[in-house]
Every structure is written in C-alpha cells, then in structure tokens.
C-alpha cells in the first residue's frame, strides 16, 4: 500500500491541533475583599450580631408576637428592637 504523500505534515498539524486549547484559558478576576464591619455600598444597614439576657430576649420576643397577632404580619425580635431604637436616634 502506498503511503500518502504529505502524511508527515498532516501529522504535525493533527499533533499542534491537538496541543492548543480551543479556547482560551480565561484568567480568574480578582475580586476586591469586602471588609467587615463596612456597610455594603447602597444598603445604608451595617449587621450586628447581639448577645442578649434570656430574660430580655422573652419579653421581646412576647411583644412581638403581640404585634405579630394585631396586625396579621410577621414581626420579628429585631424589629421590635429597631423600633424601640429608632426614637433614639
């Protein structure tokens, strides 16, 4: 059997085919670290994370079942919290 004639060069150009990728390979972006303690640019709320007595913590939570039952929405501890501070402010 005969061999082709340009074989040798279909060969190197299969090989450098199969060498290169068919995309390129993207470099991953940095992504800029998010200090803590700073507010997300745009959301004007910073969270805070408290600790309180057990004691405290059931009347909060007493009063905001309260709220929960007269206006037919949930209300949460943190919310009856916000808003016995917001006069404060």
Known sequence: M???AQISS???RLTA???TPTMPIAQPEAIPARSRGRPVS???SVSVFLRVPAELYA???GEATDRT???GK???VQQVILSKL???L
């Open 2 to 4: 005969k061999k082709p």
């Open 74 to 76: 949930g209300v949460t």
């Open 59 to 61: 009347q909060l939570e």
């Open 86 to 88: 917001e006069p404060r």
């Open 69 to 71: 039952r007269a206006t």
């Open 17 to 19: 085919a199969a060498n």
């Open 42 to 44: 745009g959301s004007g």
């Open 10 to 12: 279909l060969a190197d």
